[in-house]
């Protein structure tokens, strides 16, 4: 058998959380029924036979629930139908500590690409709503907006919201089709909040889609307040470099703003993951190097367990550090002067953004404001047919994480110790109004108010999010180099 597991950054977006999902309808174009040849159907069901027995082969070894794998799946299914009847699924009930997270994609260049950042998109996220109580129709707001993507060029930003697209007014039953379509050109009508109810407006957008490389550093800021220094760091995905870079460029521009962090001399850290699904564990452990109090490469920042059928294989052909990922040693590091570190959360939070969290609650208070997170304490690699006769690629999870002191105990997520909920009305990601960042820099300067914030400012029940199908939905991804089995 020959598998490769590519080991670049590891970690990450069910329901909506697939890019998209492609269905091949065949049609006979004028034949008859008895037209169709046996043998196109043999080759169809031998093709897929193909594809699901390397799925298999591969899932019986790697998967981290592998022992409840099907003893004889049916092999003749479309690939995507066959991966999906061998995981081991979640169910409140049945199974709490099921599957949440595996995915496949029918190419494998999609698949690498997305975890890289690289889509073709409109360039915005945003969160859907109902319009009202008991309404069917639905809003999307956009929460941020990609530099120089089509979105940003149409004048779409932060705080915009669309409550039509190319005319139709969205609701329940169409918003996914309308705005998770496979269109070139959407045009977006837009809605204000007057009066406290959600109004149409005569304007509208049109963005034509693109092929957009995402750069997760989104934003930073130092603001000095009440005598604190303070470093802001808004990054929206662990992602090291661009698509197709074997170099680091994006994790050495995060050390180049904390090098500026420490010449300036924050010594309070204000860290924006609310819409940050995951990514690479690399780069979870490289941001989490810079941010560590006391951490060097000699200490851990967080250990994996894979399943028994391949750990012995790994203990013997790596050693035990290969289940170990140890902080670096940052000559930028911020840690000697910080007490703490304050990380704005919501339920799209989630994968490495987590094992920040985690990982650096043994060496110093992590004060997490907003709301709870994801909830995904297991991590994936990516699995491509090394040979390049099978196209699919899959992101199976293979291990569970635990920090330091041995805790992995945020699978329903991570309460907040403040809780803040995003307001209706947004201000611009690093302006001090913005309701998260305005409640850490309270906490900061001890001039915080008590109780939930921004509750009654948004009523409107979420549906759901963008960000929810970014890379899969919610990905801790595992940068392997060459696993040959």
Not at 233 to 239: A, D, K, R, S, T
Not at 415 to 423: A, D, F, L, N, T
């Amino acid at each position: 058998m020959n598998n490769a597991y590519h080991k670049q950054p590891i970690w990450q977006k069910p329901t909506l959380w697939l890019l998209a999902g492609f269905v091949l309808t065949l049609s006979s174009c004028n034949k008859k029924a008895d037209d169709v040849s046996p043998q196109t159907t043999a080759a169809t069901s031998s093709e897929n036979a193909t594809v699901d027995n390397w799925m298999l082969d591969n899932m019986r070894q790697l998967y981290y629930w592998n022992d409840k794998i099907p003893a004889n799946p049916d092999t003749t299914l479309a690939p995507s139908d066959f991966f999906d009847s061998i995981l081991y699924k979640f169910d409140a009930t049945a199974r709490p500590d099921g599957d949440r997270f595996s995915w496949t994609e029918e190419y494998a260049t999609d698949l690498t690409a997305s975890l890289s950042g690289q889509t073709k998109t409109t360039g915005m996220e945003f969160t859907l709503y109902l319009r009202s109580s008991g309404s069917t129709d639905v809003i999307a707001q956009v929460l941020y907006v990609l530099p120089n993507s089509p979105a940003a060029q149409a004048g779409l930003k932060r705080g915009d919201i669309i409550s039509k697209v190319n005319g139709q007014t969205l609701t329940t039953t169409n918003y996914s089709s309308l705005l998770f379509s496979d269109a070139t050109t959407y045009t977006f009508g837009l809605a204000q909040v007057s009066s406290q109810a959600v109004v149409d407006t005569d304007v509208s957008k049109t963005v034509t889609t693109a092929v957009y490389q995402e750069n997760p550093v989104f934003l930073d800021s130092v603001y000095t307040i009440g005598g604190k220094t303070v470093g802001y760091l808004v990054y929206n995905q662990f992602v090291p470099a661009p698509n197709g870079s074997k170099a680091t460029e994006y994790d050495d521009q995060v050390d180049a703003i904390f090098s500026k962090f420490k010449a300036k001399g924050v010594n309070e850290l204000v860290l924006d993951l609310r819409y940050n699904p995951g990514g690479y564990t690399s780069s979870s452990a490289n941001l989490a190097s810079l941010i560590g109090k006391g951490v060097d490469a000699s200490k851990l920042y967080f250990r994996e367990e894979w399943n028994s059928t391949i750990t012995p294989y790994l203990q013997q052909e790596y050693g035990s550090d290969f289940f170990l990922q140890k902080f670096s040693t940052k000559s930028q590091n911020i840690g000697a002067n910080l007490s703490r570190v304050f990380v704005l959360t919501t339920d799209m939070t989630a994968s490495a953004s987590e094992l920040i969290i985690n990982g650096l609650r043994p060496y110093m208070t992590v004060t997490t404001i907003g709301t709870t997170t994801y909830g995904k304490n297991v991590g994936s690699i990516t699995v491509t047919d090394d040979t390049g006769k099978i196209k699919w690629g899959m992101q199976p999870i293979v291990f569970k994480s635990f920090n330091n002191l041995g805790q992995s105990d945020y699978a329903t997520g991570f309460k907040p110790s403040v809780e803040v909920e995003e307001p209706i009305t947004l201000y611009p990601l690093g302006d001090t109004r913005d309701a998260l960042l305005g409640a850490a820099i309270g906490q900061i300067t001890g001039t915080a108010t008590t109780g939930r914030v921004g509750v009654s400012q948004n009523p409107l029940k979420v549906l759901g999010s963008s960000i929810q199908r970014k890379a899969g939905g919610t990905p801790m991804v595992r940068s392997l180099k060459s696993l040959t089995l």
